[in-house]
């Protein structure tokens, strides 16, 4: 059973830091492409960024670019995001989410999100 | 970067209807379009990819079609089950961009 567990979400002051991690399991990590996307509190969904297989591909979506960082541990079966410079904006629950074994893949599986809040 | 829209915003429908929901791309996507499907407090789910391709477990009353840049979402005899808020997503090329919803709710 494919398993995606997020953590590391918490409030944070605006400008501050943090770094959400995805622990995956029953599936082999290494093989796909992931992704994060997250939804602000009675909003809609907005994806955020993925990253290819060996990390050597990364995308991400404008209103991000610069702030966040998208990176992986294959060894670790763990996805992360790097979130910097926060603003009330970027208050949202984070997904960790799974595509497929290319870049042009919808979205199979969904963790269970974890919850950032940035507020003073 | 390309835009999705979706139409209608909010429906009310009557159990055993049928219901049609519409995403365009503002470019053509060819048929890099999946359907989620998101219930009240929980987390989205896979229905539709490639555009008319039903993800595994997908009960058969939901279908999808369009290619380009027109796409629909249709749910065959409405069930309590299907409320809940759809969004379409192109995955042609980043950003993988999500349309804004449309919630399903019965009459």
């Known amino acids: 059973e494919v398993q995606l567990v997020e953590s590391g979400g918490g409030l944070v002051q605006p400008g501050g830091s943090l770094r959400l991690s995805c622990a995956a399991s029953g599936f082999t990590f290494r093989s796909n492409w992931m992704s994060w996307v997250r939804q602000a509190p009675g909003k809609g969904l907005e994806w955020v960024a993925n990253?290819?297989?060996?990390?050597?591909?990364?995308y991400y979506v404008d209103s991000v670019k610069g702030r966040f960082t998208i990176s992986r541990d294959n060894a670790k079966n763990s996805l992360y995001l790097q979130l910097n410079s926060l603003r009330a904006e970027d208050t949202a629950v984070y997904y960790c989410?799974?595509?497929?074994?290319?870049?042009?893949?919808?979205?199979?599986?969904w963790g269970q999100g974890t919850l950032v809040t940035v507020s003073s | 970067d390309i835009q999705m829209t979706q139409s209608p915003s909010s429906l009310s429908a009557s159990v055993g209807d049928r219901v049609t929901i519409t995403c365009r791309a503002s470019?053509?996507?060819?048929?890099?379009l999946a359907w989620y499907q998101q219930k009240p407090g929980k987390v989205p789910k896979l229905l539709i990819y490639?555009?008319?391709t039903l993800q595994s477990g997908v009960p058969s009353r939901f279908s999808g079609s369009g290619s380009g840049t027109d796409f629909t979402l249709t749910i065959n005899s409405l069930q309590p089950e299907d409320v809940a808020t759809y969004y379409c997503q192109k995955y042609n090329s980043a950003p993988f961009t999500f349309g804004p919803g449309t919630k399903v709710d019965i009459k």
């Open positions: 989410a799974r595509g497929g074994f290319g870049e042009l893949f919808p979205i199979f599986y």
């Open positions: 470019q053509g996507i060819s048929n890099y």
């Open positions: 490639a555009a008319s």
């Open positions: 990253i290819k297989q060996d990390g050597s591909e990364k």
